[in-house]
């Protein structure tokens, strides 16, 4: 994936990291030779299925970041042959089903009652429901966008964007992406009463909104940070 930084003000060095589902993936340095650079990071499977780069410089003392999700897809990353042998025994009460794939693959297979399959019910999961089994992981603010586009009843396709992930200051930004910071730099926060333990949350402009506001279709914070990372169904 190919990504571009650009800063306000000529740095020596910026930094940028990785971070999918609570853990740091990438960690590297980005040698600054003008405002901007681009610069390549190769996807892996601890990327999936959503991850955010965080990239900050040091500016007189005081920490600049930004962050951007993005989403990554990791299925059918290795193709995968299935056979099926009806005829296991000579009374064809055993089915033999084998799959085969590159080493280090997973292949599940989830066994369904021939009446769902005829009345169309909807019982069994598919890749997107894992998608979204696998977001839960991440906290409601940092996921990328996505939309369901739906080709009929039960079909339909999961198209994402990358989104911006940054907070109203460098704290929030780093929290954003499931990041603490230990640093004797200033990484900026802007101050706020809320009780996070009592179901108060900060608006970025340090106003609260309680935990029962959360997506619940009206904005309590001016931003909007109380209705971000909803699910909307069409
Ligand atoms: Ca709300």
Redesign the pocket.
């Given at each position: 994936m190919i990504f571009t930084v650009r800063t306000s003000t000529w740095v020596e060095k910026v930094y940028y990291l990785i971070a999918s589902k609570g853990n740091i993936v990438v960690l590297n340095q980005l040698e600054m030779q003008s405002s901007q650079k681009t610069f390549s990071v190769a996807l892996s499977r601890d990327m999936v299925p959503s991850s955010r780069i965080v990239a900050w410089y040091i500016l007189n003392g005081e920490v600049i970041s930004d962050a951007l999700n993005f989403h990554v897809n990791g299925s059918s990353l290795n193709p995968v042959e299935v056979r099926v042998n009806m005829g296991k025994d000579f009374v064809r009460d055993t089915i033999e089903i084998s799959g085969r794939t590159d080493p280090g693959s997973y292949i599940a297979f989830s066994g369904l009652d021939y009446d769902y399959i005829v009345y169309d019910t909807s019982t069994f999961f598919d890749e997107f429901d894992i998608i979204e089994e696998l977001e839960t992981y991440d906290s409601h603010t940092n996921l990328s966008f996505n939309h369901k586009w739906y080709y009929g009843e039960m079909e339909y396709e999961k198209v994402y964007f990358p989104a911006q992930s940054y907070g109203v200051d460098s704290n929030t930004t780093f929290a954003y992406a499931g990041l603490i910071v230990y640093t004797d730099a200033n990484v900026s926060r802007i101050p706020h009463d809320c009780n996070e333990t009592l179901g108060y949350f900060p608006c970025h402009d340090g106003s609260c909104?309680e935990i029962q506001?959360?997506?619940?279709g009206?904005?309590?914070c001016e931003d909007g940070v109380?209705?971000m990372g909803c699910k909307f169904s069409n």
């Open positions: 909104y506001q959360i997506c619940d009206v904005r309590q109380d209705e």
